[in-house]
């Protein structure tokens, strides 16, 4: 186990429709702060990512930016930041945030934090990194993707091992014990040498 000294969050621009979302922000955001765990985001003052950030802020928490630039223009920057990194697109941008993390977690978002979120799975299968990606389940926002994620599984697209390695819970504190406590579940190298058998054996059969 390494120990996390960061953690980027992924989150909504917007506060969603439902309070629980930014009490859960606020929650995770405290809870950063107090354990002196720092805060890697997408920079913006507005929405879930505000209120994330201003939590761990106001625990005493160190807390990173990281944004484009015609992101910036947009005036949608939270500037005041004493760590805040300019970049050149939204894929550096990612690369970025990782490069500075030692764990991720998903809240409630919209596409990009979903792309995001698939980036780093991607990330992790294909052993480029090895940290943990975690949903933080907030009023069971993320109930359909998980079981749209079990049912990848049954149909033999995605390993096992892959989609346990996604931790998910609905209460920040439980998670971020999760993050401390992971360990990546590997897959056996064979695994490939299983596929070009299944496919021999179904192109054989044309």
């Not at 995001?116 to 993320?142: C, H, R």
Request: charged content about 25%.
């Amino acid at each position: 186990m390494k120990k996390i000294n960061s953690i980027c969050v992924f989150c909504g621009s917007s506060p969603g429709a439902d309070p629980a979302f930014t009490d859960a922000a606020r929650e995770l955001g405290a809870l950063m702060g107090r354990q002196g765990i720092t805060l890697v985001y997408g920079g913006s003052n507005i929405g879930l990512m505000r209120a994330i950030a201003d939590a761990c802020l106001a625990e005493g928490g160190h807390v990173i930016g990281v944004m484009p630039q015609w992101l910036i223009d947009r005036e949608v920057a939270y500037t005041s930041l004493k760590e805040f990194h300019v970049v050149e697109s939204m894929s550096i941008r990612k690369e970025k945030m990782g490069e500075l993390s030692d764990a991720f977690i998903a809240m409630p978002g919209g596409i990009g934090t979903l792309d995001e979120i698939f980036e780093v799975m991607s990330w992790n299968q294909l052993e480029i990194i090895d940290k943990p990606m975690a949903l933080l389940n907030t009023a069971g926002y993320y109930n359909h993707l998980v079981n749209f994620l079990d049912y990848t599984v049954e149909q033999r697209f995605v390993r096992p091992e892959h989609r346990q390695n996604l931790l998910v819970n609905e209460d920040p504190e439980q998670l971020l014990l999760e993050i401390e406590n992971y360990v990546s579940l590997k897959v056996d190298s064979k695994w490939i040498d299983d596929i070009k058998q299944e496919t021999s054996r179904r192109i054989n059969r044309i």
